[in-house]
C-alpha cells in the first residue's frame, strides 16, 4: 500500500519532523495564511490541517483530474489549479480559495499552474507553444504573454517575493540545472552546475534562498520513487546545501510550500516498496 509522509522542515534548526501519514498518493503540499496545507491526492485537492491533520476535500466542482500544480493566491482569497477535464491538456484555472465554481483563465493550452505573482494579478506557468516549452504568465482576466521559450524543456518557474526574479529549472545549457532571469524574461542566467538534474525552485518568503528538489546525475525527466534529496541555494547564488535526502521525486515539492513566515517549508516523503 502506497504511504506518503507529509513533513515540516524547520529552517533554524535544520530538522524535518512528520505531521501525517497517509496510505495513499498525496502530493504537493502549498501552506496557507490560514496555517494549512493544500494538497493533491487523485485528481482532487484537500485541506490538511497541521493540529488535526486529516484529508478534507476541496470542492473544484467538475474538476476532478487536477495535476499536482495549484496554489493559493497571496491575499488567500483564490486558488489556482491545473486540470484537463475539458480539452485533455493541462489548463489553468481560478476558483475562491474555498472552493466552487472555477473558471478557466488560460485559452492556449497546454498549461501548467506554477505560481503567483506576488501582487496576485497573475499566474506563471510552463507551457508548450508551437512545439517548443517556455514560460508565460496570464492576466486574471486572461491575456498571456510568454516570457521565454525554446529548444529544450523549461519548467517549475515561482518568482521571488519581490516580484523581480523568477526561477525556473531547464535544460537550456544541456544539463537540467536551476535558472534565474528577469520577471520580464530577460537575462537569463544558470545558478547550479549541473552536475546533478536541479528541479522545482521555490524562493523563501524573505528573499534569502530557494529551496529545490535534486536528482541524481542521468535522472531522465522528474519521475517519483527515485532517492532525492532538498536542497537551498542562497538567491544570490553559491554553494547549495543538502538540506535532508529521502525517496521521492515527483510529488514531493512540485509547487511553493514555505510557510508565511519563512521559517519553514513542507514536503512528502514517499515509503519505499
Not at 94 to 109: D, E, K, L, Y
Not at 120 to 136: E, H, M, Q, S, T
Amino acid at each position: 500500500m502506497m504511504q506518503s509522509i507529509i513533513e515540516l522542515f524547520d529552517l533554524e534548526t535544520r530538522q524535518s519532523r512528520p505531521l501525517a501519514t497517509f496510505g495513499t498518493h498525496v502530493e504537493a503540499p502549498n501552506w496557507t495564511q490560514e496555517g494549512t496545507l493544500i494538497v493533491n491526492a487523485g485528481g482532487l485537492l484537500y485541506h490538511v490541517d497541521l493540529k488535526t491533520p486529516a484529508l478534507v476535500r476541496i470542492d473544484t466542482g467538475p474538476h476532478n483530474r487536477l495535476n499536482n500544480d495549484h496554489g493559493p493566491s497571496p491575499d488567500g482569497r483564490q486558488m489556482a489549479f491545473s486540470d484537463k477535464i475539458e480539452t485533455g491538456k493541462s489548463c489553468i484555472y481560478v476558483m475562491p480559495s474555498s472552493g466552487g465554481a472555477a473558471r478557466r483563465i488560460t485559452q492556449n493550452v497546454p498549461s501548467w499552474f506554477h505560481a503567483w505573482h506576488p501582487d496576485g494579478d497573475r499566474v506563471l506557468y510552463p507551457c508548450v507553444r508551437r512545439g517548443k516549452f517556455g514560460i508565460a504568465t496570464c492576466t486574471l482576466e486572461g491575456s498571456e504573454k510568454v516570457l521565454i521559450k525554446g529548444p529544450g524543456h523549461y519548467d517549475g518557474p515561482d518568482y521571488t517575493p519581490d516580484g523581480e526574479w523568477i526561477w525556473f529549472n531547464s535544460d537550456r545549457a544541456g544539463d537540467m540545472a536551476l535558472w534565474r532571469m528577469r520577471a520580464d524574461g530577460s537575462t537569463p542566467e544558470q545558478m547550479t552546475d549541473g552536475s546533478r538534474v536541479d528541479w522545482f525552485p521555490h524562493p523563501s518568503p524573505d528573499g534569502q534562498n530557494v529551496v529545490y528538489l535534486s536528482y541524481p546525475a542521468g535522472t531522465e525527466g522528474h519521475p517519483a520513487g527515485k532517492h532525492v534529496e532538498l536542497r537551498l541555494i542562497p538567491t544570490a547564488g553559491g554553494e547549495p546545501e543538502v538540506l535532508t535526502s529521502l525517496y521521492g521525486g515527483q510529488g514531493t515539492i512540485n509547487v511553493p510550500s514555505w510557510s508565511p513566515d519563512g521559517r519553514r517549508f513542507a514536503f512528502v516523503r514517499y515509503v519505499e516498496d
